[in-house]
Every structure is written in C-alpha cells, then in structure tokens.
C-alpha cells in the first residue's frame, strides 16, 4: 500500500468534507483507507506537508489532438474558422498527426491536474492508443457528421461502430478498460442528418452507451436549425427522442425559457466551456439557472484551438467570475460550485461518478497534489474552494496521479518526454502548411 499523508485533502464526497492531517492508502489502483490514524502495514509514507489533494479533474468536452492546430487562426466566428480553416487542415490529418497531437495535448492536461476526459474527433482510435500510453482516463467518441462528410447515415454509423469494437479490443489489449471507454458522438444538430440522429437515438436505447454532441452553440446554429426544421436545437432533438440522461451536451449557450424544463426533465448533462464560448463570441451560457434548476453542469475546455489551453484552474477561474460579471451577482456560481462542475459533476456527466470525481474509500486513486508553497497564493490558507479557483494557476500543480501511478512527480513527467513531443508536434505543423501550400 502507498499512502499519502497531505495537509488537506478536498474530498468533494458527498458531504463535501474537507479533511485535515489525514493519510490516503492507496493499493491496486483504489484509495482503500482514508483516516487520522497511520495504516498498518505501510510499506511507503509519502509525507506532503504544505500539500492540499484534490481530486484529479475532468475536462467534459475537448478534442485534444487539435494542439496541432492551435493558433492556426484565431479572432474569426465559429462557423468561418470551423469551414474556412480549420476542416480544411482536418482533412490532411493522418492517423499519427492525431496521435502525436492527442499525446502532447495529454501531457498539457495532466500539467493542470486533468486526470480524465471526454473527447470527440476523427481517427479517434489513435487517440486510444494516446490515452493507454499516457496513462490518463477518457471517454471517446468518433465525431459522426454525415452532412459535413457526404456520406450515408449507415455509412457514417458504421465508422462509429468499427471505432467501439477497435476500442474495446485495445481496451483488453492493454488491459485499460478502466482507462478506456466508448461514448457516440453525433457532432451536432447541422453536422447530422435526421436519420443519422435516429440511428444514435435508438442505438443508445439498446445499447446504453452515451451519446456526446454540440448543441445550442451560436445564434447561427439555432437559425439554421429553426430554418430547416421549424424548431430550435433543443427542441428539435427533444422533438426526434434523442434528449435522455444519456446524453452529454456542450455548450448549451443559446436555451429558451422553455427549454430550460426540458434538459433538466430529460436529465440531459450541460458541458460548459466558458473560455471557448468567449473567444468565439458564441456567448455566454445561462448556467446559474441551470444549476437552479437542478441540470448537472460539468465543466470543459474545448478543443485546444478554440481555448487556446486545456487548463483547468484557468477553466474554472473564467467559469467563476464571468456569470457574477454578466448577471451582476456576486453570490452566483461560487467557487465551490466551479470546484463540483470540474469534478463531480463532470464524473457524473461522464457516467463515471462510480469511479472518478472524488477522494473516497473504494473509488480510484486519480489524485492531484496541489504545493500551497509552490508562490506566494496559496498562503494565507482560508477556503481550499475559494484557493483553487481564485488564487491558484496550475503552476501549483506539483504530482498528479492516475489509478495509483504517478503520471507527473515533482513537476516531472514520468512517462512522456515533452522535448521529442514538441519536435514531432512542429514537424507535423511543418508539413501541413507545405502540403496547403501555406508558408
Ligand atoms: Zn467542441
């Protein structure tokens, strides 16, 4: 057994219980004691004075591989950037610019104390093999678009099903099937056609697999949509069946009075990504009426090219201040709040809260030890809530693990060398610009 002795620990258990001089055993991956006393039959102590722990954090919504993308073109609007640049340099991707891309995306997150995530993108698969060599936790989706792609429903289906079965044969191979698990991913009410949507809707009935999407993202989505189907993003998936507990919903920027009792009835999970929506000028997601109304709301960073960070403290600062500021509430979205979206809200979203999202006996040991003496912010010591989500950047961020095995130690990576990625990440920026004929 190892076991932690921090001078915090942040539990975000069900009672929320902030827990002071406590030692954290951890033995096959699992946190198997939690208590004052010091376990019996300790082979390691690992003493963290000054060290607050919290629990690894997950970013409900990206597409880690676009690293390789990022900064290609900022200051443009969601649907020119998406068309003009970014599907373009897309379609030149091959299977190991993804990789690479996924990797050294990977490595920024763990760098913020990101432990698992939800993904969405194409050769999805390599962004599997990313996952099992990085030794973080991911639900992945292959983004299903038949209208962007020309292809048939059926057609596109089956991609996302040769995707779950190539996943699940790597899962076993690697024996990673607790690190590695399927979602499908519509991409989005203009990226789907009706009959693809239907095609998820009822595979999800059958199967139980989740289903993650964009929806409500910009006013030009809801007025594509509302052209094309008479109805708003939302109600046009609630009208097909698609709207269930299953699903996981970025953005959900742009809802209507209405829509408001519909996602919270049909249990739908809201991924924020405040940072992305801002620098889109998408807008501003109604999340405080959400959480009033008792919608799960996880937090998210989006793809690195729409951010332009896969940062969680930066993530949960914006979340925190930018909804006080644009209600002029002080009160709204507290930091304890943030702290829940970025954990175990997002373990719930992600239909992994049996697992992840909290420091408790029986769940798995993906810890972040945060050294409150790294600078001069995590001293005077008065709310560990208010400290992480106001005061500290991820800087802070000194060892952080995943199922028991320590990914970064000491700010070090302990199983990916940051030099090679930054070389193969440039060498494939390189090469894509040649081949667009871009200097
Ligand atoms: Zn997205």
């Given at each position: 057994?190892?076991?932690?002795?921090?001078?915090?620990?942040?539990?975000?258990?069900?009672?929320?219980?902030?827990?002071?001089?406590?030692?954290?055993?951890?033995?096959?991956?699992?946190?198997?004691?939690?208590?004052?006393?010091?376990?019996?039959?300790?082979?390691?102590?690992?003493?963290?004075?000054?060290?607050?722990?919290?629990?690894?954090?997950?970013?409900?919504?990206?597409?880690?591989?676009?690293?390789?993308?990022?900064?290609?073109?900022?200051?443009?609007?969601?649907?020119?950037?998406?068309?003009?640049?970014?599907?373009?340099?897309?379609?030149?991707?091959?299977?190991?610019?993804?990789?690479?891309?996924?990797?050294?995306?990977?490595?920024?997150?763990?760098?913020?104390?990101?432990?698992?995530?939800?993904?969405?993108?194409?050769?999805?698969?390599?962004?599997?093999?990313?996952?099992?060599?990085?030794?973080?936790?991911?639900?992945?989706?292959?983004?299903?678009?038949?209208?962007?792609?020309?292809?048939?429903?059926?057609?596109?289906?089956?991609?996302?099903?040769?995707?779950?079965?190539?996943?699940?044969?790597?899962?076993?191979?690697?024996?990673?099937?607790?690190?590695?698990?399927?979602?499908?991913?519509?991409?989005?009410?203009?990226?789907?056609?009706?009959?693809?949507?239907?095609?998820?809707?009822?595979?999800?009935?059958?199967?139980?697999?989740?289903?993650?999407?964009?929806?409500?993202?910009?006013?030009?989505?809801?007025?594509?949509?509302?052209?094309?189907?008479?109805?708003?993003?939302?109600?046009?998936?609630?009208?097909?069946?698609?709207?269930?507990?299953?699903?996981?919903?970025?953005?959900?920027?742009?809802?209507?009075?209405?829509?408001?009792?519909?996602?919270?009835?049909?249990?739908?999970?809201?991924?924020?990504?405040?940072?992305?929506?801002?620098?889109?000028?998408?807008?501003?997601?109604?999340?405080?009426?959400?959480?009033?109304?008792?919608?799960?709301?996880?937090?998210?960073?989006?793809?690195?090219?729409s951010n332009n960070r896969l940062d969680m403290f930066r993530e949960m600062h914006v979340a925190a201040i930018i909804?006080?500021?644009?209600?002029?509430?002080?009160?709204?979205?507290?930091?304890?709040?943030?702290?829940?979206?970025?954990?175990?809200?997002?373990?719930?979203?992600?239909?992994?809260?049996?697992?992840?999202?909290?420091?408790?006996?029986?769940?798995?040991?993906?810890?972040?030890?945060?050294?409150?003496?790294?600078?001069?912010?995590?001293?005077?010591?008065?709310?560990?809530?208010?400290?992480?989500?106001?005061?500290?950047?991820?800087?802070?961020?000194?060892?952080?693990?995943?199922?028991?095995?320590?990914?970064?130690?000491?700010?070090?990576?302990?199983?990916?060398?940051?030099?090679?990625?930054?070389?193969?990440?440039?060498?494939?920026?390189?090469?894509?610009?040649?081949?667009?004929?871009?200097?």
């Amino acid at each position: 057994m190892i076991v932690l002795h921090p001078s915090i620990i942040v539990t975000m258990d069900s009672e929320r219980r902030i827990l002071r001089d406590h030692f954290i055993g951890i033995e096959n991956g699992e946190i198997r004691y939690i208590g004052k006393e010091k376990p019996a039959e300790t082979e390691e102590i690992v003493e963290l004075p000054h060290r607050m722990i919290v629990p690894g954090f997950i970013d409900a919504h990206t597409h880690v591989a676009m690293t390789i993308l990022r900064g290609l073109k900022d200051d443009a609007d969601l649907m020119e950037w998406l068309q003009k640049y970014i599907l373009p340099m897309e379609m030149r991707l091959k299977p190991n610019d993804v990789y690479y891309g996924a990797l050294y995306g990977i490595t920024e997150m763990i760098r913020s104390g990101i432990t698992a995530f939800l993904d969405m993108y194409y050769h999805e698969i390599e962004i599997a093999k990313a996952v099992a060599d990085a030794g973080v936790r991911a639900v992945l989706s292959y983004g299903s678009a038949d209208v962007f792609f020309n292809r048939s429903p059926e057609e596109e289906f089956k991609i996302a099903e040769n995707f779950r079965m190539e996943l699940e044969k790597l899962a076993r191979e690697r024996d990673a099937e607790d690190r590695l698990f399927f979602a499908y991913g519509p991409h989005s009410p203009y990226g789907c056609t009706k009959e693809l949507l239907e095609i998820f809707r009822d595979e999800s009935r059958k199967t139980g697999y989740r289903i993650h999407i964009h929806l409500a993202e910009t006013q030009s989505e809801v007025k594509q949509i509302r052209e094309k189907t008479g109805y708003t993003p939302i109600e046009y998936l609630n009208s097909i069946g698609l709207l269930s507990d299953k699903v996981m919903a970025a953005h959900v920027v742009w809802v209507e009075d209405k829509e408001f009792g519909i996602l919270r009835e049909r249990g739908v999970h809201v991924l924020h990504n405040p940072i992305s929506n801002l620098k889109l000028a998408s807008g501003i997601a109604p999340i405080p009426r959400m959480l009033g109304e008792g919608i799960n709301v996880a937090l998210a960073t989006d793809g690195p090219a729409s951010n332009n960070r896969l940062d969680m403290f930066r993530e949960m600062h914006v979340a925190a201040i930018i909804h006080k500021g644009y209600n002029r509430d002080p009160k709204i979205v507290p930091a304890k709040t943030v702290v829940e979206m970025a954990t175990i809200n997002a373990a719930k979203a992600l239909g992994l809260n049996n697992i992840i999202g909290s420091i408790e006996v029986g769940k798995k040991a993906d810890l972040v030890v945060i050294n409150l003496k790294k600078g001069p912010h995590g001293t005077p010591l008065h709310d560990p809530y208010s400290m992480i989500v106001y005061a500290l950047d991820q800087s802070y961020v000194e060892s952080v693990m995943v199922n028991g095995e320590w990914l970064y130690r000491n700010g070090e990576y302990v199983k990916v060398n940051l030099e090679e990625l930054r070389e193969k990440v440039q060498g494939i920026r390189e090469r894509l610009m040649r081949e667009a004929g871009i200097s």
